[in-house]
């Protein structure tokens, strides 16, 4: 299949990319670069020489409608985003431009290119926002009630692409992820706690926590969100689909995990909490299970054992 990946130069894109050649599909990726890079393809371009082509391009210029019509990629995997909820606090109008009107033109090359399914990267983490810890974990059937720009503008665009699949028979799937973690993700960000406790740990300088660490996330692993994208992209249709693990993990328990699995014996700083932060977050994925037949199967311990690696074959000397 020749398949297109937009966002595919970023931590969780460029994963699927490796998963989509491995698989023998054709795939053409679109990136801006602005937050991923091209180095996370270096293993793409290595392993394949003919199946991989990068457009370095906006999703909100009108030249990725031309390159879609003329690339026609059966499925797109539609993962580029302004995908930071503090840029988006700061800068919403900027976090709609990307994530609202790149996502509709998105949609209108799909249209151009006779494209049969898009599959989304929705964020489960900020479409229900906080919930009371008896519904938890969410399911899909909650209220959607984002409490950010980046919330709002990602639940926009599910609007948008339920609109295209009753207007011009695009089928969709949108994957409501929760907090992913693996190799690749930018310590630097704000979003991967996991690889930022990684960074620090092998540095032999204290994480620091905001608040108490009682606040929970649910982690899933980058490889099980590939396999549900593998998934979406055939399965799924016109569905919202949480991808999580429906396990609450608090920060103090992470951070115990990863000095565990680091050997590192340090004592956690705590800062005060930050603004704004939900406190406790899971997703079922018991809908995801039934629809794509996915489910989270690595255990946090592997997960981040495979973040710890990742870091020490990367760092600096
Ligand atoms: N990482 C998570 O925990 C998480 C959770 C929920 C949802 N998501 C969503 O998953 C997707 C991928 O996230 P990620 O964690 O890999 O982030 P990322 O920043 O590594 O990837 C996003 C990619 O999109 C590209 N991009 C940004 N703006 C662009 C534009 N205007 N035109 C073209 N390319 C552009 C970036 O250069 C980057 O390569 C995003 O849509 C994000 O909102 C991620």
């Not at 539609?78 to 990307?98: C, G, K, N, T």
């Not at 998105?106 to 489960?124: H, K, P």
């Not at 665009?157 to 929760?178: K, N, Q």
């Not at 099980?224 to 609450?248: H, Q, Y």
Request: with cysteine; net charge negative; glycine share 10%.
């Amino acid at each position: 299949m020749r398949v297109m990946v937009t966002g595919g130069a970023g931590f969780i894109g460029s994963n699927l990319v490796d998963r989509l050649l491995a698989e023998g599909h054709a795939v053409d990726v679109v990136d801006d670069l602005s937050s991923g890079s091209l180095a996370n393809l270096a293993d793409a371009r290595a392993a394949v020489a003919h199946g991989l082509t990068f457009h370095q391009l906006d999703i909100r210029s009108d030249e990725l409608i031309e390159v879609m019509a003329r690339r026609r990629p059966e499925v797109v995997f539609h993962l580029a985003a302004q995908a930071d909820v503090r840029v988006s606090v700061d800068r919403p109008v900027f976090d709609a431009d990307v994530n609202i009107l790149g996502t509709l033109r998105v949609l209108e090359g799909a249209r151009a290119a006779g494209t049969a399914r898009v599959a989304f990267a929705a964020s489960g983490g900020t479409l229900y926002g906080e919930c009371d810890p008896s519904e938890l974990p969410v399911t899909e059937s909650q209220p959607r009630r984002p409490l950010s720009p980046y919330g709002v503008s990602k639940m926009a665009a599910i609007d948008y692409l339920v609109a295209y699949r009753e207007l011009h028979d695009l089928e969709f799937c949108a994957l409501a992820l929760a907090n992913v973690y693996g190799p690749r993700q930018d310590p630097h960000g704000e979003a991967g706690v996991v690889a930022i406790f990684s960074n620090r740990l092998l540095r032999g300088v204290p994480v620091t926590i905001f608040g108490d660490g009682e606040q929970t996330r649910d982690f899933v692993y980058v490889d099980d969100v590939v396999d549900a994208f593998v998934r979406a992209g055939e399965r799924g249709g016109g569905l919202v689909l949480n991808i999580g693990t429906g396990i609450e993990v608090s920060v103090n328990e992470l951070a115990r995990v990863m000095g565990e699995r680091a050997g590192v014996a340090s004592t956690p700083v705590h800062a005060p909490p930050r603004v704004g932060e939900i406190q406790r977050s899971s997703l079922d994925p018991a809908r995801a299970a039934i629809h794509l037949g996915w489910r989270a199967w690595t255990p946090l311990e592997n997960g981040v054992q495979g973040v710890l690696e990742h870091t020490r074959r990367h760092a600096r000397p």
